[in-house]
């Protein structure tokens, strides 16, 4: 591009010169010792231009040439900057590109934390529920006040042991009279029947494992007070429901001394 620039101006500098120098012939040379003024006092040959000189030109040229090598001192200096910013702007390029990365990480490093963090929470709660689950024991007696008797009927009646004096793990419900095993295991249980003399009927209350009879507690007196009791271990699944029956044609008795109780305990899980 500069030499592009050069050449056109060299050749314009050049023609410039020619033309002048072709003009000077028609032109009269007088020597200076005979030169005449003009009725005016002005030299006969003021109004021709003086020739362009070759030391002229190459002036021109030299002046032409330090404008040129300072232009190329430019450029190059313009090419080093740009050189410069693109390996800075590629640097901060890498820089961004590096500390995306590094966002990725930490954001995969904060997830695997959360995932992290929340499967102990789980497996925490998983420890206290078996911790809760084994922690089970109950026992209540059959009123919750007062004195009285359930009983006789023809068929076997749900018996509900309403005034509960201990109910840890919420297994035993008073409502209904059912215990319902939290989780799988060996569990112990123990009832008792308060028996008024009667001449026709006795008292007598069985335990069932879901509808399954297991054991019978029985007394029968004509006169008096008696009292009958029995107990239990079973291997329950969870869910497994444990309750006692009243049997049919007896009846059962209780006062504020509470001689007809229900009590179970988890021994162990399985």
């Not at 020739?51 to 190329?72: K, S, Y």
């Not at 028996?195 to 029968?220: P, R, V």
């Amino acid at each position: 591009m500069e030499m592009t620039m050069f050449i056109p101006l060299l050749l314009l500098i050049c023609s410039f010169s020619t033309a002048q120098l072709q003009e000077e012939p028609d032109n009269e040379i007088i020597p200076h010792g005979k030169q005449t003024e003009s009725s005016g006092g002005e030299p006969a040959n003021a109004s021709h231009q003086q020739p362009v000189c070759p030391q002229d030109i190459h002036a021109v040229l030299r002046e032409m040439t330090a404008l040129l090598t300072e232009q190329r001192v430019e450029i190059r200096q313009l090419q080093r900057d740009n050189e410069a910013q693109a390996a800075k702007l590629e640097g901060q390029r890498t820089e961004v590109i590096n500390l995306k990365q590094e966002i990725s990480h930490v954001q995969r490093d904060n997830e695997a934390q959360t995932a992290k963090l929340e499967g102990q929470k789980t497996e925490m709660d998983n420890l206290k529920k078996q911790l809760q689950a084994k922690q089970v024991a109950f026992s209540a007696s059959l009123l919750a006040s007062g004195s009285g008797i359930i009983g006789p009927f023809n068929t076997q009646a749900p018996l509900v042991f309403r005034r509960v004096v201990t109910n840890i793990g919420n297994a035993y419900n008073p409502n209904t009279g059912f215990f319902i095993a939290p989780v799988r295991g060996a569990y112990h249980f123990e009832f008792s029947i308060g028996a008024g003399g009667h001449n026709s009927h006795g008292s007598a209350a069985a335990l069932f494992k879901n509808g399954e009879h297991i054991f019978i507690a029985y007394e029968h007196r004509t006169n008096g007070y008696g009292s009958s009791a029995n107990g239990a271990t079973l291997l329950l699944e969870a869910g497994d429901v444990v309750f006692l029956r009243l049997w049919q044609n007896s009846r059962i008795y209780d006062n504020g001394n509470h001689h007809s109780t229900f009590s179970g305990h988890l021994l162990f899980t399985m």
